[in-house]
Protein backbone atom coordinates (compact mmCIF):
# COMPACT_ATOMS: atom_id res chain seq x y z
CA UNK A 1 0.00 0.00 0.00
CA UNK A 2 1.36 3.27 -1.03
CA UNK A 3 1.28 6.46 1.44
CA UNK A 4 -0.70 9.72 -0.29
CA UNK A 5 0.89 12.78 1.19
CA UNK A 6 -1.81 15.65 1.27
CA UNK A 7 -0.07 19.25 0.66
CA UNK A 8 -1.57 22.21 1.88
CA UNK A 9 -1.31 25.69 1.90
CA UNK A 10 -2.08 27.74 5.04
CA UNK A 11 -3.53 31.42 3.73
CA UNK A 12 -3.70 34.15 6.90
CA UNK A 13 -7.03 34.18 7.16
CA UNK A 14 -8.04 32.08 4.09
CA UNK A 15 -8.54 28.33 5.78
CA UNK A 16 -6.68 25.59 4.28
CA UNK A 17 -6.55 24.82 0.83
CA UNK A 18 -5.28 21.30 -0.70
CA UNK A 19 -2.66 22.36 -3.69
CA UNK A 20 -2.39 18.65 -4.54
CA UNK A 21 -1.79 15.24 -3.72
CA UNK A 22 1.18 13.33 -3.76
CA UNK A 23 2.41 9.94 -3.24
CA UNK A 24 5.48 9.22 -1.26
CA UNK A 25 7.39 7.56 -4.55
CA UNK A 26 7.82 7.99 -8.17
CA UNK A 27 6.79 5.76 -10.59
CA UNK A 28 7.38 5.26 -14.41
CA UNK A 29 3.68 6.75 -15.51
CA UNK A 30 3.88 10.52 -16.83
CA UNK A 31 2.46 12.30 -13.23
CA UNK A 32 4.74 13.53 -10.85
CA UNK A 33 3.77 11.16 -8.25
CA UNK A 34 5.72 12.87 -4.95
CA UNK A 35 4.83 16.36 -5.47
CA UNK A 36 8.74 17.62 -6.66
CA UNK A 37 8.17 19.22 -10.15
CA UNK A 38 9.73 15.91 -12.06
CA UNK A 39 7.43 13.51 -13.99
CA UNK A 40 9.18 9.89 -13.67
CA UNK A 41 12.40 10.32 -12.27
CA UNK A 42 14.47 7.91 -10.42
CA UNK A 43 13.72 6.33 -7.43
CA UNK A 44 14.56 2.75 -5.31
CA UNK A 45 11.66 1.49 -7.51
CA UNK A 46 11.72 3.04 -10.75
CA UNK A 47 15.24 2.72 -12.32
CA UNK A 48 13.86 2.52 -15.45
CA UNK A 49 10.93 4.58 -17.42
CA UNK A 50 10.04 4.87 -21.26
CA UNK A 51 12.99 2.16 -21.88
CA UNK A 52 15.50 4.28 -20.59
CA UNK A 53 17.74 4.31 -17.90
CA UNK A 54 16.87 6.86 -14.95
CA UNK A 55 19.81 8.20 -12.51
CA UNK A 56 19.65 11.39 -9.89
CA UNK A 57 23.25 13.33 -9.58
CA UNK A 58 23.74 16.09 -7.84
CA UNK A 59 19.81 17.60 -8.00
CA UNK A 60 19.63 16.27 -11.75
CA UNK A 61 17.69 13.73 -13.35
CA UNK A 62 18.91 12.33 -16.29
CA UNK A 63 17.10 10.09 -18.71
CA UNK A 64 19.63 7.98 -20.61
CA UNK A 65 17.83 6.50 -23.64
CA UNK A 66 20.00 4.23 -25.35
CA UNK A 67 17.63 1.55 -26.21
CA UNK A 68 15.26 3.51 -28.44
CA UNK A 69 17.34 6.11 -30.61
CA UNK A 70 15.10 9.19 -32.03
CA UNK A 71 15.96 11.71 -34.14
CA UNK A 72 17.37 15.22 -32.20
CA UNK A 73 13.51 16.90 -32.76
CA UNK A 74 11.88 13.38 -31.54
CA UNK A 75 14.36 13.00 -28.28
CA UNK A 76 13.27 16.81 -27.13
CA UNK A 77 9.89 15.80 -27.45
CA UNK A 78 10.16 13.11 -25.71
CA UNK A 79 12.62 14.69 -23.23
CA UNK A 80 9.93 17.73 -22.89
CA UNK A 81 6.65 15.02 -22.80
CA UNK A 82 8.97 14.18 -19.39
CA UNK A 83 9.07 17.45 -17.56
CA UNK A 84 12.84 17.81 -19.34
CA UNK A 85 14.70 18.58 -22.45
CA UNK A 86 17.62 17.37 -23.88
CA UNK A 87 21.15 17.45 -21.62
CA UNK A 88 23.06 20.87 -21.59
CA UNK A 89 26.62 19.39 -19.77
CA UNK A 90 27.85 22.46 -17.42
CA UNK A 91 31.28 20.99 -16.80
CA UNK A 92 33.50 18.52 -18.12
CA UNK A 93 32.42 16.17 -15.32
CA UNK A 94 29.26 16.33 -16.84
CA UNK A 95 29.79 16.19 -19.88
CA UNK A 96 32.19 12.86 -19.44
CA UNK A 97 28.29 11.38 -17.95
CA UNK A 98 26.79 12.15 -20.96
CA UNK A 99 29.40 10.18 -23.00
CA UNK A 100 29.93 7.16 -20.64
CA UNK A 101 28.86 3.67 -21.52
CA UNK A 102 28.19 4.04 -24.76
CA UNK A 103 29.87 3.85 -28.14
CA UNK A 104 29.21 6.51 -31.11
CA UNK A 105 26.98 9.23 -29.96
CA UNK A 106 24.30 10.92 -27.63
CA UNK A 107 22.20 13.71 -28.48
CA UNK A 108 22.94 16.47 -26.07
CA UNK A 109 20.97 19.60 -26.40
CA UNK A 110 22.98 21.81 -28.57
CA UNK A 111 22.16 23.28 -32.30
CA UNK A 112 23.13 26.16 -35.01
CA UNK A 113 19.70 25.74 -36.63
CA UNK A 114 18.70 29.23 -36.01
CA UNK A 115 21.90 30.65 -37.53
CA UNK A 116 24.57 28.46 -39.06
CA UNK A 117 28.03 28.19 -37.05
CA UNK A 118 26.31 29.80 -34.04
CA UNK A 119 26.12 27.35 -31.62
CA UNK A 120 23.86 27.52 -28.86
CA UNK A 121 21.99 25.27 -25.57
CA UNK A 122 18.58 24.86 -26.12
CA UNK A 123 18.34 26.24 -22.39
CA UNK A 124 19.25 29.72 -23.24
CA UNK A 125 22.78 29.40 -21.37
CA UNK A 126 26.09 30.41 -22.95
CA UNK A 127 28.04 27.72 -24.65
CA UNK A 128 31.28 28.45 -22.40
CA UNK A 129 32.72 24.71 -22.27
CA UNK A 130 33.75 23.50 -25.83
CA UNK A 131 34.26 19.83 -26.16
CA UNK A 132 34.52 20.03 -30.11
CA UNK A 133 36.27 16.62 -32.10
CA UNK A 134 38.93 17.09 -34.53
CA UNK A 135 37.56 19.59 -37.33
CA UNK A 136 34.03 20.14 -35.47
CA UNK A 137 31.81 21.58 -36.51
CA UNK A 138 32.06 20.97 -39.89
CA UNK A 139 28.15 21.13 -41.29
CA UNK A 140 28.99 18.58 -43.53
CA UNK A 141 26.97 18.32 -46.41
CA UNK A 142 25.50 21.54 -45.04
CA UNK A 143 22.68 19.04 -43.00
CA UNK A 144 24.55 19.18 -39.59
CA UNK A 145 22.54 21.26 -37.12
CA UNK A 146 22.78 19.17 -33.88
CA UNK A 147 25.20 18.20 -31.07
CA UNK A 148 25.84 14.91 -30.19
CA UNK A 149 28.52 13.89 -27.84
CA UNK A 150 30.75 10.55 -28.51
CA UNK A 151 31.18 7.89 -26.11
CA UNK A 152 34.37 5.81 -26.64
CA UNK A 153 37.18 6.18 -29.64
CA UNK A 154 35.83 7.59 -32.69
CA UNK A 155 37.74 8.83 -35.69
CA UNK A 156 40.82 9.13 -33.58
CA UNK A 157 39.00 11.64 -31.36
CA UNK A 158 39.27 11.71 -27.81
CA UNK A 159 35.86 10.25 -26.18
CA UNK A 160 33.61 12.69 -24.54
CA UNK A 161 34.24 14.79 -27.63
CA UNK A 162 31.35 17.01 -29.57
CA UNK A 163 30.06 15.75 -33.12
CA UNK A 164 27.89 18.02 -35.54
CA UNK A 165 25.55 15.71 -37.21
CA UNK A 166 22.34 15.40 -39.24
CA UNK A 167 19.56 16.13 -36.97
CA UNK A 168 17.21 13.46 -38.71
CA UNK A 169 19.52 11.07 -37.99
CA UNK A 170 18.58 8.62 -35.31
CA UNK A 171 20.55 8.30 -32.04
CA UNK A 172 20.32 7.56 -28.30
CA UNK A 173 20.28 10.55 -26.05
CA UNK A 174 20.41 12.10 -23.02
CA UNK A 175 17.26 14.20 -21.15
CA UNK A 176 18.07 16.45 -18.07
CA UNK A 177 15.97 17.73 -15.38
CA UNK A 178 16.30 20.08 -12.60
Avoid at 102 to 128: K, N, Q, Y
Avoid at 138 to 151: K, S
Amino acid sequence: MTARILVLLLASGCGDEIVGEFSDAEVCNGIDDDGDGLLDEAAVDNAMCDDCRLEEVGGSTYWFCDTAPRTWPDARAFCMDHGADLAVPDDVAENALFAAGIEGGRWLGGTDAAVEGTWEWIDGSPMVLMKWGMDQPDDFEGRQDCLRVIGGMFQAWPAEAWDDFDCEREHPFVCEAG
